[in-house]
């Protein structure tokens, strides 16, 4: 089992940044693929950026977010992070992280065994 937590979520003006945990306890991180979703208001949850597992580095990121978001890991803290910039109020979402084994990144939900609780991101115009 790993336990999950995301934190780093709050009140943003558009064009700012936030960085975003997701710390992980149970299971060495560094060993699972993660991945970044986030779930507006009436939208479903998408991925925005995900990291490959088993001591690979493949990424993958959404278009909507190329170039301003980058996730990372710093397996040290047994964490991976999204750092968000350029923000945009249609960034407004609750974000999640989500785990699994493998050494390829993943998009689609359900292919994710382990997931956080959520944190709030609210972009201002």
């Known amino acids: 089992q790993v336990q999950l937590v995301e934190s780093g979520g709050g009140l943003v003006q558009a064009g700012g940044s936030l960085r975003l945990s997701c710390a992980a306890s149970?299971?060495?991180?560094?060993?699972?693929?993660v991945g970044w979703f986030r779930q507006g208001p009436g939208k479903e949850r998408e991925c925005v950026a995900a990291?490959?597992?088993?001591?690979?580095?493949?990424?993958y990121y959404a278009d909507s977010v190329k170039g301003r978001f980058t996730i990372s890991r710093d397996n040290a803290k047994n964490t991976v992070y999204l750092q968000m910039n350029s923000l945009k109020p249609e960034d407004t979402a609750v974000y999640y992280c989500?785990?699994?084994?493998?050494?390829?990144?993943?998009?689609?939900?359900?292919?994710?065994?382990?997931w956080g609780q959520g944190t709030q991101v609210t972009v201002s115009s």
């Open positions: 149970g299971r060495t991180l560094s060993s699972y693929a």
């Open positions: 990291i490959s597992g088993s001591g690979t580095s493949r990424y």
């Open positions: 989500a785990a699994r084994g493998g050494s390829y990144y993943y998009t689609k939900a359900d292919l994710y065994d382990f």
